[in-house]
Nanobody, 122 residues
Framework: QVQLVESGGGLVQPGGSLRLSCVAT????????VGWYRQAPEMQRELAAR???????DYADSVKGRFTISRDYDKNTVYLQMNSLKPEDTAVYYC????????????????WGKGILVTVSS
């Protein structure tokens, strides 16, 4: 019943910026860590950025200094601000929420969005 919907993707030139958003809806009792993952063509899905409940963040070395993850728990939303984009950032980006529902509030599970395409090309 929990669903995640991403938005904000699209085509951008190298050096440009995009801001991704992901909203979680449904039976949400609590949220733990939240992250953005990406999967480039013919590549494995990898972590781009993650933010924990205490506010600590974790970034892949390839995006460190260029991407910023943030969240608004009141809106059940996570953002990924992407600056100085490079062609190698081209990928489908997926948001992931660690969520516990009211049906099992002590056991969180990972929920994934369907993914949104980011294309960086000149």
């Amino acid at each position: 019943q929990v669903q995640l919907v991403e938005s904000g993707g699209g085509l951008v030139q190298p050096g440009g910026s995009l801001r991704l958003s992901c909203v979680a809806t449904g039976d949400i009792f609590s949220i733990s860590d939240v992250g953005w993952y990406r999967q480039a063509p013919e590549m494995q899905r990898e972590l781009a950025a993650r933010i924990f409940s205490g506010g600590t963040t974790d970034y892949a070395d390839s995006v460190k200094g260029r991407f910023t993850i943030s969240r608004d728990y009141d809106k059940n939303t996570v953002y990924l601000q992407m600056n100085s984009l490079k062609p190698e950032d081209t990928a489908v980006y997926y948001c992931k929420f660690g969520i516990a529902t009211s049906k099992s509030p002590w056991y969180g599970m990972d929920y994934w969005g369907k993914g949104i395409l980011v294309t960086v090309s000149s």
